[in-house]
């Protein structure tokens, strides 16, 4: 009853899912996704809270369904505070210039629409340092590394010079894609040719890069010849890996 509500995307599944809870029957794992994409596509935020309240206390924040409903209901919510945002600059007639644009890209990517994001970008007529990087930014939290790649020899084209946190972008991009070689070339490149000094972000961002390919024994010898302060940020990175790939691969004592 409460799938078939559910899928006709009627209130009635709310009143009787409360009816099923007050009956003593202890939900399942194929009862509350049920629910929750009902709060999802209706944007009911306070029931979709409470959804996930009801999750935890039972115990189900573990099982991968019921987490993959809550994460897509969440996403879907951002999404939709983004296009109410983004509705309102265009009927205010706000124009999209360095600082608003750069804002509203890094909105859309964070809320899981890369495409809205990157349709944004192309559009801006003036677009700088900070611009080009917020948009690599982008393409590398959605795994877009070659998109990211493209993206900086277009900057490069165009005359601006990367920065610091344009290469930790591109090294977070790489990583997350899975081009050691790429990023790798990055990282000589930023000191060769552009004079950008590694920090321990960068550092973090090639230990993560040799880390999530299996190199661990790259990742542990960069980290002793390195010679700033190493922080929790680039020993998580490692030990990251070291879960990932099994202990026996990384000479880290635990």
Same mark, same amino acid.
């Given at each position: 009853?409460?799938g078939?509500y559910a899928?006709?995307?009627?209130?009635?599944?709310y009143?009787?899912?409360r009816?099923y809870?007050?009956?003593g029957?202890? %939900?399942?794992?194929?009862?509350l996704p049920?629910?929750?994409?009902?709060c999802?596509?209706?944007k009911?935020?306070?029931?979709?809270r409470?959804?996930?309240?009801?999750v935890?206390?039972?115990?189900?924040?573990s099982?991968?369904?019921?987490?993959?409903?809550?994460?897509d209901m969440?996403?879907k919510?951002?999404?939709?505070?983004?296009?109410?945002?983004?509705?309102?600059i265009?009927?205010m007639?706000f124009?999209?210039?360095v600082i608003l644009?750069?804002?509203?890209?890094d909105?859309?990517?964070?809320?899981?629409?890369?495409?809205?994001a990157r349709?944004?970008?192309?559009?801006?007529?003036?677009?700088?340092?900070?611009?080009?990087?917020t948009?690599?930014?982008?393409?590398?939290?959605? =795994?877009?590394g070659?998109k990211s790649?493209?993206?900086?020899?277009?900057?490069?084209?165009e005359g601006?010079?990367?920065?610091?946190?344009?290469?930790?972008?591109?090294?977070?991009?790489?990583s997350?894609? $899975?081009l050691?070689?790429? =990023?790798?070339?990055?990282?000589?490149?930023?000191?060769?040719?552009? =004079?950008?000094? %590694?920090d321990?972000?960068?550092f973090?961002?090639v230990?993560?890069?040799? $880390?999530r390919?299996?190199?661990?024994d790259?990742?542990?010898k960069?980290?002793e010849?390195?010679n700033?302060?190493?922080?929790?940020?680039?020993w998580?990175?490692?030990?990251?890996? @070291?879960?990932?790939?099994?202990?026996?691969? @990384?000479?880290?004592?635990y």
């Amino acid at each position: 009853m409460i799938g078939g509500y559910a899928k006709a995307g009627d209130y009635m599944s709310y009143s009787t899912f409360r009816e099923y809870m007050r009956s003593g029957i202890r %939900p399942d794992n194929f009862t509350l996704p049920l629910v929750m994409k009902v709060c999802r596509d209706t944007k009911d935020l306070v029931m979709g809270r409470l959804m996930h309240n009801v999750v935890y206390k039972l115990g189900f924040s573990s099982y991968c369904f019921v987490a993959a409903v809550l994460v897509d209901m969440y996403a879907k919510w951002a999404m939709h505070k983004a296009k109410i945002v983004d509705d309102y600059i265009r009927s205010m007639k706000f124009s999209l210039d360095v600082i608003l644009g750069t804002a509203v890209i890094d909105m859309h990517a964070k809320c899981g629409n890369i495409e809205f994001a990157r349709e944004i970008f192309d559009k801006m007529r003036e677009k700088n340092v900070i611009s080009w990087s917020t948009m690599i930014a982008a393409h590398g939290y959605h =795994g877009e590394g070659e998109k990211s790649l493209d993206l900086f020899r277009m900057m490069l084209g165009e005359g601006i010079l990367p920065n610091s946190i344009t290469f930790v972008l591109l090294l977070y991009s790489c990583s997350h894609s $899975g081009l050691v070689e790429e =990023g790798l070339r990055l990282f000589t490149l930023m000191q060769e040719e552009n =004079g950008v000094r %590694p920090d321990v972000k960068h550092f973090t961002c090639v230990v993560d890069l040799f $880390g999530r390919a299996g190199k661990l024994d790259q990742a542990l010898k960069m980290i002793e010849d390195m010679n700033i302060e190493k922080d929790a940020g680039l020993w998580g990175a490692l030990l990251s890996a @070291c879960r990932i790939h099994g202990r026996e691969g @990384c000479r880290v004592p635990y």
